[in-house]
């Protein structure tokens, strides 16, 4: 829910709590990755991120995140190299569109992840109307007008 609403710093003590209690929950280091990631500690979100892969078997949703973190740092080879993996993993196993299209925006390359969020739409990916309003990997697609069309498609309730 933090996530949601975009409290990092809840989302940051919240899934401290978590990990406490449950070390061993793949979503309590993805979750304080995001709470990294969003306060703007983006080092530090990259071991919770790396964690989360490992105790999921490189989980497309903690790869993708770790894809999007390496962009914005300006690691564009290893986003590339994430970008590779999902790409090579969709072969043979469903990867959402929305998961490519984060990295790539966090790559800059606002037209290809403009495409694969419409092939999410049109896939009717489950992960897109979850987290399209407040996911922070495509902040820098925010403002354009094409972002605004897309969202309002969705007719989420105001």
Avoid: C
Wanted: no cysteine.
């Amino acid at each position: 829910m933090y996530d949601r609403l975009r409290d990092y710093p809840a989302l940051l003590a919240a899934s401290h709590r978590e990990l406490a209690a449950n070390p061993s929950e793949s979503a309590g280091h993805f979750f304080l990755g995001r709470a990294y990631e969003g306060l703007g500690k983006r080092a530090e979100a990259i071991p919770e991120y790396q964690k989360a892969m490992a105790m999921t078997g490189r989980n497309q949703d903690a790869l993708a995140a770790l894809g999007h973190v390496y962009a914005v740092m300006g690691k564009r080879d290893e986003a590339r190299k994430v970008i590779q993996e999902l790409e090579q993993r969709s072969a043979h196993a469903y990867v959402s569109p929305y998961m490519l299209a984060t990295v790539y925006a966090g790559l800059g390359e606002k037209d290809q992840a403009f495409t694969l969020l419409e092939k999410s739409y049109r896939e009717k990916s489950w992960d897109l109307p979850w987290t399209l309003q407040s996911d922070l990997r495509l902040d820098n697609l925010r403002s354009e007008p094409r972002f605004q069309d897309f969202v309002r498609r969705f007719q989420f309730p105001k």
